[in-house]
């Protein structure tokens, strides 16, 4: 499994009556919040000396809903961390990792992908395996006999593929705006369609170009019950916030970023998928 580049701790707060520049009006990459404006210049000068433009290095941490089975919620569980309740986002890697579900997460969509995502099965120890651009074709559909509209893909290695529909987001929060990908699997397809849909309302405009405040809510279906997204528009990005979000785009677009592997199988799923 592909390791995730781990979030360097965030900054001590600028000195009083010091100037700074918005990010954003920094070269692309740079990435600080609040940058002296006398090293502005050195910076630009010295851009991309000293860190690492491969792919492998360049992994973008995901968001999880988590859900009671979740093993971040258990104190006994290794994965347990201070704070994990179900209905809670976590931010992997975050200073602040937990946060509320009720409070939520504002956040600036930057891309979108879907492809299939191959598990190992538990009995055989679980595990993230890989992503594919299409549904593998030696999948047979296997149909639950408890919920007949329950459907699992299975390869004949044994493993299990899910579609996954990835959300690529700025996440605002007070320690800065982060890089993250939310994915939706399962019953999560529903909220990201809903959510492309409230973003193609805008007469053409880029996902990057609007803010969107992300809740949790606890649902319920045949499966069980379990948390999923809600999702609230809250207007226009400024202009800093839209050229960072269009520089978001271009490194997925181009692949010079890329999601880290899941830790979790379907997190923001219903029932025994939210494993």
């Known amino acids: 499994m592909a390791r995730a580049k781990k979030t360097a701790p965030a900054e001590a707060a600028p000195e009083k009556n010091k100037k700074t520049v918005p990010a954003a009006n920094l070269p692309a990459k740079v990435g600080q919040s609040n940058v002296p404006a006398e090293l502005a210049g050195m910076m630009k000068a010295d851009k991309g000396k000293g860190v690492s433009t491969d792919q492998s290095d360049n992994l973008v941490p995901l968001i999880y809903i988590l859900q009671d089975l979740s093993p971040a919620t258990k104190k006994r569980d290794p994965a347990y961390i201070e704070g994990a309740e179900a209905g ?24 979108f992908t879907k492809d299939f995502v191959e598990w190992r099965p538990r009995a055989d120890g679980g595990g993230f395996i890989g992503r594919h651009a299409e549904m593998p074709d030696d999948v047979t559909e296997v149909r639950d006999p408890k919920n007949k509209n329950k459907v699992t893909y299975v390869r004949k290695n044994g493993n299990e593929v899910i579609e996954t529909r990835s959300h690529v987001v700025r996440v605002f929060t007070k320690n800065g705006v982060v890089p993250y990908v939310l994915p939706f699997s399962s019953t999560g397809h529903t909220t990201s369609r809903t959510w492309m849909f409230m973003m193609n309302g805008h007469e053409g405009a880029p996902s990057f170009s609007r803010k969107y405040r992300l809740t949790t809510r606890e649902k319920t279906n045949a499966a069980g019950t379990w948390f999923g997204v809600d999702v609230k528009d809250e207007g226009w990005v400024t202009p800093e916030e839209y050229m960072a979000g269009r520089t978001l785009y271009e490194a997925f677009a181009s692949g010079d970023k890329q999601a880290e592997a899941p830790v979790e199988k379907d997190p923001n799923a219903a029932g025994d998928d939210a494993l």
Request: hydrophobic share 40%.
């Open 88 to 111: 809670k986002f976590w931010l992997r890697n975050a200073p602040e990792p937990i946060v509320s579900g009720e409070e939520g997460l504002l956040v600036q969509p930057c891309f």
